[in-house]
């Protein structure tokens, strides 16, 4: 199932972790609807812009699934509307700019980033509907300290 033009049902929902532990992560219809429009409002247009393939590392999540991996059970993963993802040959940190100037997001974060390092940590990405509800939070996390991305 195509959720745009260039990303699949399949690669927003892969996960290895889940194939090892048998756990069926398979979304519901609430939570496709919500896949598409981030893939429609943020990947796309990453992909649009850059011009090369993106492999999402990490997109829609079932609670047992999150549970495995030991996220928060509060994560936007769970609900299709956040997305992790680098692109090749571009520094995440330029990545994470580019996406909070130029497109509507509800929360960005460059996560686990070290400066100086240009494909150290990845983009974390979400996107709500309806489109005023997104906060345009965007913030970087190494893990123990937040602090907004400038």
């Given at each position: 199932m195509r959720l745009s033009e260039n990303f699949s049902l399949w690669e927003l929902t892969k996960s290895q972790t889940a194939e090892r532990k048998g756990i069926s992560n398979v979304p519901g219809k609430e939570e496709i609807k919500n896949l598409?429009?981030?893939?429609?409002?943020?990947?796309q247009a990453v992909r649009t812009n850059y011009r090369v393939p993106i492999?999402?590392?990490?997109?829609?999540?079932?609670?047992?699934?999150?549970n495995a991996i030991g996220s928060n059970s509060n994560s936007q993963h769970i609900t299709g509307q956040a997305v992790d993802f680098e692109v090749p040959w571009i520094d995440n940190k330029?990545?994470?700019?580019w996406i909070m100037e130029n497109l509507i997001f509800d929360q960005l974060i460059l996560e686990y980033y070290k400066e100086g390092e240009p494909k150290s940590g990845w983009?974390?990405?979400s996107y709500v509907e309806p489109i005023i509800k997104n906060r345009k939070r965007a913030r970087v996390c190494d893990g123990?300290?937040?602090k907004a991305l400038e």
């Open positions: 598409t429009a981030l893939c429609k409002n943020v990947l492999q999402p590392s990490s997109g829609y999540r079932c609670l047992a699934l999150n330029v990545l994470a700019h983009v974390h990405v123990r300290v937040w």
